[in-house]
């Protein structure tokens, strides 16, 4: 039985320019990164005629000179070379990381600069982006906040107004923090008020990490407190009155490390307005499980905390409550409701001492139930279910007023619905179209709700529903400079490899599918973590449609869309099936004569950055062009950075054996294909991601240009104070927007004005 060795051989550094070493030369380099072998695929491959035609303009440049080391692991009985780990280091601390991204981006620039309609397609999707848009309001005494961008602003600025009819009053407005003094750029995210509406809190993001600063804005002056939380991260802010509030935060790492190194030892803390952080009262944390997330709600009574503990991204809980009414946060005691991570645990309200909670215990699909709790006998917990499991799955509920507002994913759509507090339906909420209803915030207590419908063609439109009535009456319908309804919008299904049906959204314009003419088309897939992709409105997505591309979403297996057995069939030892559902989809939309030939483009991010660059390793044949967005490249070592511990419950760990073997049989990085001919790349990340590091696209974007793998460019864009996506100002979505679609399209033949 083989095990995890260590590095056995290190020797002198090579620099490899692809066109500056004879063919031998790099096979012989490539073939220990790139040995395994890939089944074959099935489409048809491209003629050499219309090969030499693609690729006679603007073939890939000469590429920067890239340090290869001789750096060889025995990993479980197989000699496995990495000799890109050095760009492991962070891009902050190496200058020689530094200087290799500079040159990249630097290449990359040059040649995207060339894409003809390049400068057309970012007037373009800035047009798309120039419409005013509100998110949804929360009440807070009688006050409403909301956040509300006129159309061009970098960043949404946050409103309050006295009464729903009241003028809207600006409270926080990001766009000027910036030459502050303040290092980094700086956006907000969460935004909490206090239950009377007097405080609010908000998080601020730095260089889009995930790494968070709490602050305190006096909403009566608009005076931003002196209260500052550092290191907060993946955290809810859970008000306690109007005293202070619960957040999860993570100890101040290593100098240096904040962006790449392991996390650990989070933990529940409690924050008095008006004190500093040293002062803050520790509620809760697990030293003997010190790999641990936490997560804390508290109700809108604020009787009751609730603490939600996981050790990865599967959905298993431990449940925990604490009674806050009892003493000072330093008595606080937490009680154990869930002591085994086996189920999952979404906190829905609290009224007195009775909790709401949507749950997969016993429920695939997942129900709602109800614990009541006895103050004066802590230890005695009554369950009781409220609403079964149903074919669709119940993915959120809330109270707001008397009712229950659930909603459900209905065949990969969001809709909702309204019962009483027994669970007795009293309204379904329904739209006449392929979209998404989200939304629906509130107290109990409340006589309305806010909730908002989106579609592919259909930005946000936010509607306010009376709960007494039942009416619906709109409160910020967006103006577009386009008609959605010359768009159409279909769900259509596949059959992947192993006879399974998939479904997909289709969007293209009418007049295009009244042809019945093929066009380039984008196909988009995530397939993961139990994730469900919805319809949804993108700004860049409808400048691709606007051109005349077409739009497809897979809702392949390993995601949420249709409960804990899909998710699971995508998972661990049955990931490929991801791969296949998404090989399948493109050879749909070939064969149904909706993608042009040669004219398929793909696209994902995170874990659908890795699933691009999978089945461009399996089936580089289907693919003309391809946009792996902050990927997991390197499936053997993503454990060893920031949170990706995390994932192990859905990749499986590098550690164990039969978990490697199906890691090193996908890893984009490890199964490049030498003298395969790849269609044309262009690989995104961003310096400042902490969540999945940029090394992993850094070093498979190293082993794409060291390989021999065709003429098509293969190309790196690295953002400057980005992270993960969460955050993106809109001056960089429009600039990456159309980088990436100018590129995609100039390798799929879409025509651009």
């Known amino acids: 039985m083989g095990r995890i060795g260590r590095a056995v051989l290190v020797t002198a550094a090579v620099l490899l320019a692809p066109g500056a070493m004879a063919h031998e030369e790099a096979e012989a380099l490539a073939a220990p990164l790139h040995g395994l072998p890939i089944r074959s695929g099935t489409g048809d491959a491209p003629s050499a005629a219309a090969d030499r035609a693609a690729i006679t303009t603007l073939l890939a440049p000469r590429y920067p000179a890239t340090r290869r080391d001789s750096l060889i692991e025995r990993q479980f009985g197989e000699d496995l070379a990495d000799p890109y780990r050095w760009l492991e280091a962070d891009v902050r601390a190496s200058s020689e990381v530094a200087g290799w991204v500079a040159q990249q981006n630097a290449a990359s620039s040059a040649y995207l600069a060339q894409l003809p309609g390049r400068d057309a397609l970012r007037d373009k999707i800035r047009s798309l982006f120039a419409y005013e848009r509100f998110s949804l309001p929360r009440k807070a005494g009688s006050r409403y906040f909301y956040t509300r961008n006129s159309g061009l602003q970098n960043q949404a600025a946050l409103y309050v107004r006295e009464g729903l009819s009241g003028e809207g009053r600006l409270l926080v407005d990001p766009n000027g923090w910036q030459g502050t003094g303040d290092a980094g750029l700086r956006t907000l995210d969460a935004w909490v008020p206090s239950p009377g509406g007097r405080l609010l809190a908000f998080s601020q993001q730095r260089d889009g990490s995930d790494w968070r600063t709490i602050r305190v804005v006096d909403v009566g002056s608009g005076r931003v407190l002196e209260d500052r939380l550092e290191w907060a991260n993946d955290t809810a802010i859970g008000w306690v009155g109007d005293a202070g509030f619960l957040y999860a935060r993570y100890p101040e790492p290593p100098a240096g490390e904040a962006y790449r190194a392991p996390v650990y030892d989070k933990a529940i803390w409690f924050h008095r307005i008006g004190t500093p952080q040293s002062a803050d009262v520790l509620v809760f944390s697990t030293p003997d499980h010190r790999d641990w997330n936490h997560r804390v709600s508290v109700s809108s009574d604020g009787r009751w905390a609730v603490i939600l503990s996981s050790a990865s ?342 550690s164990r054996e039969a978990d490697w073997r199906v890691l090193r049989a996908y890893s984009p990085y490890h199964n490049i294909r030498a003298r395969a001919d790849y269609p044309a790349i262009l690989v995104t990340t961003a310096d400042t991601d902490d969540r999945v590091v940029p090394a992993h696209s850094f070093k498979y974007v190293a082993a794409l240009q060291a390989a021999e793998i065709g003429a098509r460019p293969h190309l790196l864009r690295v953002e400057a104070q980005a992270g993960h996506g969460p955050g993106k100002p809109v001056d960089k979505v429009i600039a990456s927007g159309a980088d990436v679609l100018a590129f995609l399209a100039k390798w799929t033949g879409l025509a651009l004005e």
């Open 313 to 654: 991204t599967l959905p298993r809980r431990v449940l925990r409550v604490i009674p806050l009414a009892r003493g000072r946060a330093q008595e606080w005691a937490p009680i154990t409701v869930v002591p085994e991570m086996t189920s999952d645990w979404k906190f829905v309200e609290g009224t007195g001492d009775k909790l709401w909670f949507v749950t997969n215990a016993g429920a695939p699909h997942y129900r709602l139930v109800r614990l009541d709790l006895d103050r004066k006998a802590p230890g005695a917990l009554k369950w009781s279910e409220v609403v079964g499991e149903k074919t669709d799955t119940l993915d959120a509920g809330r109270i707001v007023g008397d009712r229950l507002v659930l909603s459900y994913l209905q065949r990969g759509s969001s809709i909702a619905v309204v019962t009483d507090l027994r669970g007795r339906p009293k309204r379904a909420i329904t739209v006449d179209a392929i979209g998404s209803a989200s939304g629906f915030g509130g107290r109990p207590g409340d006589p309305e709700t806010f909730y908002q419908f989106s579609s592919f063609n259909q930005p946000p439109a936010i509607y306010r529903l009376d709960l007494r009535s039942g009416a619906a009456t709109p409160f910020a319908v967006p103006h577009v400079p386009f008609n959605p309804e010359d768009y159409l919008v279909e769900q259509r299904s596949f059959t992947s490899k192993d006879g399974t049906r998939v479904p997909m959204y289709l969007v293209r314009k009418r007049s295009l599918a009244a042809t019945n003419k093929a066009a380039p088309t984008l196909l988009y897939g995530y397939g993961g973590f139990d994730v469900a992709l919805t319809p949804g409105y993108s700004a860049v997505r409808m400048a691709w449609l606007e051109a005349g591309g077409v739009f497809a979403l897979a809702n392949i297996r390993g995601g949420g869309e249709f409960g804990r057995a899909w998710y699971d069939a995508g998972r661990l030892a049955n990931k490929q099936n991801s791969f296949d559902d998404f090989i399948a989809a493109g050879e749909y939309l070939v064969r149904e004569g909706i993608a042009a030939p040669r004219g398929l483009a793909i696209q994902g991010g995170s874990n659908g950055g890795m699933l691009v660059a999978a089945v461009i390793n399996q089936r580089p044949d289907l693919f003309a062009a391809a946009n792996p967005d902050v990927g997991v490249m390197d499936m053997l070592r993503f454990d060893r950075f920031t949170t990706g511990r995390f994932w192990t419950d859905d990749y499986g760990s590098p």
